[in-house]
């Protein structure tokens, strides 16, 4: 997979980031605010549309939602969750699109991940969801 300069990105930023995202799709469907704290940066946001503006919400926030819901785990849902576009524009920064769901939601990621001292971390998410049936 090439950088943005066109050289092939090392296979090693490739599984370190991979690993940063199956935690953060396993935190996910568990409930873990744990392992999401393990994926995201303290810093980090969480961006969605809502009411033609845009919904930011903070980590700490965003775990406290996490904490007061059912997991998906624990309701028995079924899990798909994979990785549909992984981009490294170098070898600090990259960008991810995920699919993943908690039903009746359907939601599509864009994650953006920064290296830092500790490793990759997810220092953005813009997400959209679709509810169905």
Known sequence: MPDASGRPAAASAVAEIEAVIQTYFDGLYEGDVGKLAAAFHPVSHLYCEKDGGV???????????VRQRESAA??????????????????????????????????????????????????SKVYRADTRD
Request: hydrophobic residues 45%.
């Open 74 to 123: 624990s309701r028995g849902l079924a899990r798909d969750d994979r990785i549909l576009l992984l981009d490294i524009s170098g070898p600090e920064t990259a960008l991810v699109k995920v699919a993943c769901q908690l039903p009746p939601r359907y939601f599509t990621d864009y994650l953006v991940l920064n290296r830092t001292a500790e490793g990759w971390k997810i220092v």
């Open 55 to 65: 919904l930011d919400v903070p980590r700490e926030q965003w775990f406290e939602a």
